[in-house]
């Protein structure tokens, strides 16, 4: 995977979920009743025996109250201004893919942007997201199946896709090659996690 080679930071995801789960006072049981995910799902996370899809990263974010920028291990307090070089963004490894940040989990404003790339047939996982505010979506490479609600969308390079995040979404990688996609999340609810409420696709 070519896509994950370069000077990024990559972000050790189990190593932060244990250590917010331990910040929190839960018991990975306790986190799995929250999260709707089984424990031992959880357990191979923090130890790094396999990498959460999109949807995965969501739930435990909204089970653990923070927001899923938080798995970026940031220490940086959130500021006004954020300049973020290319060679400096953080980033999550997913199943067959990678999330990069641009800066959302310093900044102080109500917006998330990422950086979205998935390998053929990858996807955000099997459960369903919705979340206040805004979602934005533009195709920069491959192709990317959007659905939201009953519609499904398919995103070819240029391509945009703009919605109210309420509104149960999911996306996967339906093409033959790589997928990058810019999405940005925005106007979520000041007294809200900027990534919402999120429903449990059981």
């Known amino acids: 995977m070519d896509y994950l080679r370069g000077e990024a930071i990559s972000v ?3 190593v932060s979920l244990r250590q917010l789960r331990i910040d929190k006072g839960l ?3 306790s986190l799995a009743n929250l999260s709707g995910l089984s424990a031992n799902a959880i357990s191979m996370i923090e130890r790094n025996k396999t990498s959460p899809s999109v949807s ?4 435990l974010s909204e089970a653990l109250g923070v927001p899923v920028t938080k798995f970026f291990d940031t220490s940086s307090a959130r500021t006004s201004i954020v300049f973020r070089k290319a060679n400096e963004r953080t980033r999550i490894p997913l199943v067959r893919g990678l999330w990069e940040g641009l ?3 310093e900044f102080e404003g109500r917006i998330e942007p990422f950086l979205l790339t998935l390998e053929n047939g990858a996807g955000s996982g099997q459960h369903a997201m919705a979340h206040s505010g805004h979602e934005f979506v533009f195709c920069l490479r491959g192709q990317l199946e959007y659905q939201v609600e009953a519609e499904l969308f398919i995103l070819e390079p240029g391509d945009s896709l703009l919605f109210a995040a309420f509104l149960k979404h999911r996306w996967r990688n339906n093409g033959k090659t790589v997928t990058n ?3 940005i999340l925005s106007n979520f ?3 809200e996690q900027p990534t919402g409420l999120h429903l449990h696709d059981k």
């Open 56 to 59: 995965t990263l969501y739930k």
């Open 103 to 105: 800066g959302g989990e």
């Open 12 to 14: 050790n995801v189990g």
């Open 189 to 191: 609810s000041e007294d």
């Open 181 to 183: 996609a810019l999405i």
């Open 27 to 29: 018991s990975i049981r």
